[in-house]
């Protein structure tokens, strides 16, 4: 875990040791899970914009969240930043949240981006869609996550873990837009095609397939654009898949206010600008993920892969049918 980001060593220890429970007034606290890389240059835009010092603590969201819930009204955070709205749903159903009343956050986060309580936001898109090895796939064969449950792609699908949240947001919302026993059907399909055991990252699926062991996986897209950065000539291509239908299921990295925010109004102010149009486009060029608020240009990469139709589906469904999806994937036998 990283300390807290201050430049004074001593406020640094005794945060540490619990001494030093508020930040100054032109000081906010983050709790994030996200990687440093993709927050501190937006926080150290913020810093340059207005002269607010964010320091901020980093470690796994549920460690975060049983964090905010130990220090209650004692707690120095004033934000909590981290990704899958799963993640940020649970962060509301443990109540370490607080309802926000935004007019700029409502006007640049659509809805099925964002708690239809105001309780989080979401500040990045993260598409997960198709993948496929141009060698032996026509995009012409593809069409959607429902297809590849047919058995014509036996032995010629590969597929991360159903540990990872990623998966499990995925089929929370296939069940809020099939049902449950259909997303069960689909999910026995996938497992009935699986080439080899499911891999532990997208990164490793990807590989997968470009290297024939598999035909095609599904993926978050920066995962893809990353090793497509690092080798042009790696043989893989995207595909948007449910184009026809419900559209590509999207994920968001998010943030909300903690319900016991020092420095609320501020930390509203932090967060109003972090779906504005400046930290926007310094999100989409982190990491290769899609901004949130319309208007705002991806990367170069992303952009090549042409628009998109979002599943529209509100996010918060990922995280109320997630214990759902996690039952039913391991009922499909699925690991």
Same mark, same amino acid.
């Given at each position: 875990?990283?300390?807290?980001?201050?430049?004074?060593?001593?406020?640094?220890?005794?945060?540490?040791?619990?001494?030093?429970?508020?930040?100054?007034?032109?000081?906010?606290?983050?709790?994030?899970?996200? $990687?440093?890389?993709?927050?501190?240059? *937006?926080?150290? *835009?913020?810093? *340059?914009?207005?002269?607010?010092?964010?320091?901020?603590?980093?470690?796994?969201?549920?460690?975060?969240?049983?964090?905010?819930?130990?220090?209650? @009204?004692?707690?120095?955070?004033?934000?909590?930043?981290?990704?899958?709205?799963? $993640? !940020? %749903?649970?962060?509301?159903?443990?109540?370490?949240?607080?309802?926000?009343?935004?007019?700029? !956050?409502?006007?640049?986060?659509?809805?099925?981006?964002?708690?239809?309580?105001?309780?989080?936001?979401?500040?990045?898109?993260?598409?997960?869609?198709?993948?496929?090895?141009?060698?032996?796939?026509?995009?012409?064969?593809?069409?959607?996550?429902? @297809?590849?449950?047919?058995?014509?792609?036996?032995?010629?699908?590969?597929?991360?873990?159903?540990?990872?949240?990623?998966?499990?947001?995925?089929?929370?919302?296939?069940? *809020?837009?099939?049902?449950?026993?259909?997303?069960?059907?689909?999910?026995?399909? %996938?497992?009935?095609?699986?080439?080899?055991?499911?891999?532990?990252?997208?990164?490793?699926?990807?590989?997968?397939?470009?290297?024939?062991?598999?035909?095609?996986?599904?993926?978050?897209?920066?995962?893809?654009?990353?090793?497509?950065?690092?080798?042009?000539?790696?043989?893989?291509?995207?595909?948007?898949?449910?184009?026809?239908?419900?559209?590509?299921?999207?994920?968001?990295?998010?943030?909300?206010? &903690?319900?016991?925010?020092?420095?609320?109004?501020?930390?509203?102010?932090?967060?109003?600008?972090?779906?504005?149009?400046?930290?926007?486009?310094?999100?989409?060029?982190? $990491?290769?993920?899609?901004? &949130?608020?319309?208007?705002?240009?991806?990367?170069?990469?992303?952009?090549? %892969?042409?628009?998109?139709?979002?599943? @529209?589906?509100?996010?918060?469904?990922?995280?109320?049918?997630?214990?759902?999806?996690?039952?039913?994937?391991?009922?499909?036998?699925?690991?």
């Amino acid at each position: 875990m990283h300390p807290f980001r201050t430049p004074s060593a001593l406020a640094a220890t005794l945060l540490a040791l619990g001494l030093l429970q508020t930040a100054t007034a032109a000081e906010l606290v983050v709790y994030s899970s996200r $990687n440093e890389q993709l927050i501190k240059p *937006a926080f150290d *835009a913020y810093t *340059a914009k207005t002269g607010t010092t964010i320091r901020f603590v980093s470690d796994k969201e549920g460690a975060l969240i049983e964090r905010l819930k130990a220090e209650g @009204d004692k707690t120095p955070a004033d934000l909590l930043i981290t990704v899958d709205a799963g $993640n !940020l %749903w649970q962060a509301t159903s443990e109540g370490v949240l607080a309802k926000i009343d935004s007019p700029a !956050l409502t006007a640049n986060v659509p809805a099925h981006l964002r708690d239809p309580d105001g309780r989080w936001y979401g500040l990045t898109i993260r598409a997960r869609t198709i993948v496929y090895n141009p060698q032996t796939v026509k995009p012409a064969q593809l069409s959607s996550y429902e @297809d590849l449950a047919d058995p014509k792609w036996k032995g010629k699908l590969c597929l991360r873990t159903s540990k990872k949240v990623y998966n499990q947001s995925l089929v929370a919302t296939m069940i *809020a837009r099939l049902g449950a026993e259909k997303t069960e059907q689909v999910v026995k399909g %996938w497992v009935a095609n699986l080439a080899t055991d499911p891999f532990s990252s997208d990164n490793q699926a990807i590989e997968a397939v470009a290297a024939g062991q598999c035909d095609v996986t599904i993926v978050n897209t920066y995962y893809f654009a990353n090793l497509k950065t690092k080798n042009p000539a790696l043989s893989a291509e995207l595909f948007w898949a449910n184009q026809g239908s419900s559209g590509v299921h999207v994920n968001v990295s998010g943030a909300g206010i &903690t319900r016991h925010a020092p420095h609320r109004a501020e930390a509203q102010r932090f967060l109003e600008w972090l779906s504005g149009d400046e930290a926007q486009t310094l999100f989409a060029n982190l $990491n290769f993920e899609f901004p &949130t608020k319309a208007g705002i240009a991806a990367a170069a990469l992303p952009l090549s %892969w042409g628009p998109f139709k979002q599943d @529209d589906v509100n996010l918060a469904e990922a995280g109320r049918l997630q214990a759902e999806a996690v039952k039913l994937m391991d009922r499909a036998g699925y690991r």
